[in-house]
């Protein structure tokens, strides 16, 4: 059972679009998946053991049995960047093109495990109201090794290496050095882009075009609201209340909130390492759901 479902899933992966809202409509359509790759096979299923491995809230098979993609594109340490989509069902118009992104930062673990239980939960009602497209991993090289660290293989903070505002001046850099005394935890890299990872994302955005991004972050028990206009922010979701940081150079928010004028919601979950109770988690999707469809 798992495996036959596991190969289903890859061979989705060789497809543009996988219109799967379940394991019973994976099944239904395995009988005519193409064969699929040895090595794409031993990617998903690598990357979900190492996952399951560093995540004690992620079983193997809770990782396997959602029908990941490979996105095409990896990590520093060459490790594939994961992807799942819920696509439009049949002939409803989703009001709204979602991304959602976890795990930028390596050490906040409790942001990647959120949204494999997100995604189960979409697995289980995803009614094609809105186009969802989810990175629960954006920094596997930051969060798999053995000692887990904010930043990836080559010590960038993902969240400072966006192209924003100021990137020809080299306003990280100069952030970075003058305003956080070259802290290495938050390094936003040589030049805006310069890491495989951010490159990524840059390209999710552009060619997915979402109407809101969503990142999930912790520790800092807060929900934060990047948008040329920040009236519409939330001002509650679930047990995290609005609180608005600033904008730092080379920050998603600055860039896709700011720049492009893409709404980012940024949920901090109040710890890193200890998840939210699962009535938490409930009551995180069902306030950002209803947010999403008062908002868009
Ligand atoms: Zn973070």
Redo the contacts with the bound molecule.
Sequence with gaps: MAGSILLSSIAGAAEPITPFASIAALEAVKADAPLVSARALESVQSICKRISDKLASVAYQECASLNLQLSGHHSVDDIPLIVKEYPPLGKRVPQARILLVGG??G??LA?ISIVFKWMHTLEKHHSGLFHWRINPLMNPDGALRQKHR?TNANGVDL?RNFATPGSETDAALEYWRVKTRQNARRYPGPFPLSEPETNWLFEEIRDFNPDVVI?V??PYSLVDYDAPDRKNAPRQIGHLYKNLMGTYPGSLGNYAGVHLGVPVVTL?LPH?GIMPTQRQISRLWTDLVRWLVLNT
Excluded: I, L, M, S
Aim: aromatic share 0%; charged share 35%; glycine share 0%.
């Design positions: 930028t930062h050490d906040e942001a904010r969240n990142a972050h912790a901090e890193a």
